[in-house]
C-alpha cells in the first residue's frame, strides 16, 4: 500500500477501501468508532466507504446483539463483512480421482465432493467428471454458480502461466493441454491453474503441519516424486515453473528409475499403479526378503531425491505427503540422511492434510486472488510474480 501514491481520487478511494474491508474482516462485527481507530481515517470517510460496501453486497449491519451486550440508549451502529457474498472452489485433478472443496470468502470449507476416474481415462472424461463434481457440490450446497469468484486448480505437471500443462507424464494426453482455457469455458469466473505438489505446499502453509514456518519443502513422495517450495513465504516456481521436479533427478546419473528400484521380479511396476506398490511394502513388512531390499533401494533414493533439494534451498521444514507418505520408514532414514549433510537440519514431517493437501492449496490459490482483489494485498503466498523481461508463455 505504502507504494501507491498520486493524486487519482479513484485510486485513493479504492484505497481505503481495501483498507476499510479488510479491518472489518479482521474484527467481530465492529463500530465506526472501531474502523476509525484501527484504519486511522477519517469518520466521514469511513462512513461513506462503509455505506458503499453495503451497496455491493460485501458488507451488511450487524443486528445489536451480535455485538455484544446491549447499552441503554441507542446502541451504535455495527457491521459485518459479508463471508457469503461470494465463494470459492478448490479443484485437484488426480491420475485416480478428481475433488472439490467448495468454501465461502474467509476460506471456511462448506462441503466437499469427489469422484474417481481412471488412470487411463483421456483429457475429455476426466474434465467431464471435474464438471460433474462441481455440479454435485453446487447442487447439494445450494450454491448457484454465479455467486463463483475464484476457482483454484491443481494437478500433476508443469505449468504455465496461462494454466497450459506444459509438460506431464502422470495423466494420458495431459501434456500441451490448455487447461486454464478448457476450464474456462465452465466458469464466469477466474480460474488458476498449479501444480499439484506447489499447491499442497502452500497448503501445508496454510493449515497442515507447516504453519508458522516461511521456508519449506512439501514433498509428494511416489514412484515419480515431485516438490513444492516456499521461500521467505512465496511460492516458488522457478523461471518455467519447473523448479521441484525431483523425479527427474535419477537421469543425471543414468541410474535406475524408481519404478524399477522398487520391483521384486525385474519388471518395472506401474508409476500409478498404487496397490501394486503398496503390495510390495506389505511384503517387506511381512519379512520378504527381496521385497525389503527393494524398499530399502526406493527409501535410498527418495531420500536421496530431497536431501538435494534441501542442500540447495536450506528450508526451515520439509513435509512429506503423497501416497508414500503413508508407508512405513519413510522419516527416519529421511531424518538421518539430512543430519549427515546440513548444517543445520531442517524439521521434517508427515503432511496434516493428507490426501485433501493439493485441493487445499487449489482453494488457498482461489482465495489468494479474491484478497488481491478486495483487500489489495500486496503479495500473497500464490501471486506470480511479473518480469518485464519475461518471455511469452513462461513464468
Avoid: K
Wanted: neutral net charge; aromatic residues 4%.
Amino acid at each position: 500500500m505504502g507504494r501507491l501514491t498520486g493524486g487519482d481520487p479513484s485510486l485513493l478511494r479504492r484505497i481505503n477501501s481495501a483498507v476499510v474491508l479488510h479491518a472489518l474482516r479482521a474484527a467481530d462485527s465492529p463500530t465506526l468508532t472501531h474502523l476509525v481507530q484501527v484504519t486511522g481515517l477519517s469518520r466521514p470517510t469511513v462512513e461513506g466507504v462503509v455505506e458503499g460496501l453495503i451497496e455491493t453486497g460485501l458488507v451488511a449491519e450487524a443486528a445489536a446483539e451480535e455485538g455484544g451486550t446491549r447499552r441503554q440508549g441507542r446502541p451504535a451502529r455495527r457491521f459485518r463483512f459479508r463471508t457469503e457474498a461470494g465463494h470459492l472452489l478448490g479443484i485437484e485433478i488426480g491420475p485416480h480421482r478428481v475433488a472439490a472443496l467448495l468454501s465461502d470468502l474467509s476460506g471456511r470449507v462448506l462441503d466437499t465432493a469427489h469422484r474417481p476416474v481412471e488412470e487411463s481415462a483421456p483429457p475429455d472424461e476426466r474434465l467431464e467428471r471435474v464438471r460433474a463434481v462441481v455440479a454435485e457440490l453446487l447442487r447439494r450446497t445450494g450454491v448457484p454458480r454465479s455467486s463463483l469468484r475464484a476457482v483454484g486448480v491443481a494437478g500433476p505437471g508443469i505449468v504455465e502461466a496461462d494454466g497450459t500443462v506444459r509438460l506431464s507424464t502422470a495423466l494420458p494426453g495431459w501434456t500441451g493441454l490448455p487447461l486454464g482455457e478448457r476450464l474456462r469455458r465452465s466458469f464466469r469466473c477466474p480460474v488458476l491453474v498449479e501444480n499439484d505438489a506447489n499447491a499442497a505446499a502452500v497448503a501445508e502453509h496454510w493449515q497442515g503441519a507447516a504453519i508458522g514456518s516461511d521456508d519449506i519443502v512439501f514433498v509428494l513422495a511416489g514412484l515419480s516424486p515431485g516438490a513444492g517450495s516456499l521461500i521467505g513465504g512465496r511460492l516458488h516456481r522457478g523461471f518455467g515453473g519447473a523448479a521441484g521436479e525431483i523425479g527427474a533427478l535419477h537421469l543425471l546419473g543414468r541410474e535406475a528409475t524408481p519404478e524399477r528400484l522398487l520391483s521384486t521380479t525385474g519388471t518395472p511396476l506401474h508409476p500409478l499403479d498404487e496397490a501394486q506398490v503398496a503390495a510390495v511394502f506389505a511384503a517387506a513388512r511381512e519379512g520378504d526378503a527381496q521385497a525389503r531390499e527393494a524398499v530399502d533401494r526406493f527409501l535410498r533414493r527418495l531420500v536421496h531425491d530431497v536431501a538435494a533439494l534441501v542442500l540447495a534451498l536450506d528450508p526451515e521444514m520439509v513435509v512429506i505427503g503423497g501416497w508414500a507418505a503413508g508407508l512405513d520408514g519413510v522419516l527416519e532414514p529421511l531424518r538421518a540422511e539430512l543430519a549427515r549433510y546440513c548444517l543445520r537440519p531442517p524439521q521434517v514431517a508427515l503432511s496434516r492434510l493428507g490426501e485433501a493437501a493439493v485441493a487445499t492449496g487449489a482453494l488457498r490459490l482461489a482465495l489468494d486472488h479474491v484478497e488481491g482483489e478486495l483487500f489489495a494485498v500486496e503479495g500473497t503466498v500464490t501471486e506470480r510474480p511479473t518480469r518485464s523481461d519475461a518471455v511469452p508463455g513462461r513464468r
